[in-house]
């Protein structure tokens, strides 16, 4: 053709060019995705797994701590964070016995848990009861919402 127009025609070129990064795109779509495979997954911050409501000014957090001792656990508050703390015991095997799968976690864990409001620190109650801690948390009077009268 008059002066190679056909011969560089630049939407061959690009399909040309799609093609042969195709490889490239294939092994980047598999870099991603073994980059994010682990989104979603518990990380150690996460434990003890916890569920937070609010009922009447009062925060209530169940945490789910399986087999623990109370008298290993500690729970402190400071403005409106709540910190659940212990240690999980590992169990003791007599002689013979080993794991055949290990799951729960055993040592010290920590977790601080931010609430949207101040904790009236003085009114909090915990109780454990069959491997769930329960804690009421109340708002402080002064973080409480307030009726306005207009005028």
């Known amino acids: 053709m008059k002066g190679g127009k056909f011969m560089f025609n630049p939407s061959l070129w690009r399909i040309r060019r799609f093609s042969d990064a195709m490889p490239e795109m294939l092994n980047l779509q598999r870099e991603v995705n073994r980059l994010f495979s682990n989104v979603g997954q518990k990380s150690p911050q996460d434990y003890p797994a916890v569920n937070i409501w609010e009922k009447d000014g009062i925060a209530v957090v ?5 087999g623990i001792d109370p008298e290993k656990m500690d729970i402190s508050v400071l403005g ?3 910190t659940l703390s212990g240690t999980a015991l590992q169990e003791t095997f007599t002689q013979g016995e ?10 010290s864990f920590k977790r601080n848990i ?11 109650e915990a109780r454990y009861e069959k491997g769930i801690l329960t804690v009421m948390l109340p708002r402080i009077k002064e973080d409480l919402p307030k009726k306005i009268k207009i005028q």
């Open 98 to 107: 080993t794991y055949l799968r290990q799951e729960r976690g055993i040592g």
């Open 80 to 82: 409106d964070v709540v």
């Open 62 to 66: 169940t945490a789910e701590l399986p």
């Open 114 to 124: 931010q609430l949207p409001f101040q904790v009236n620190a003085q009114a909090v």
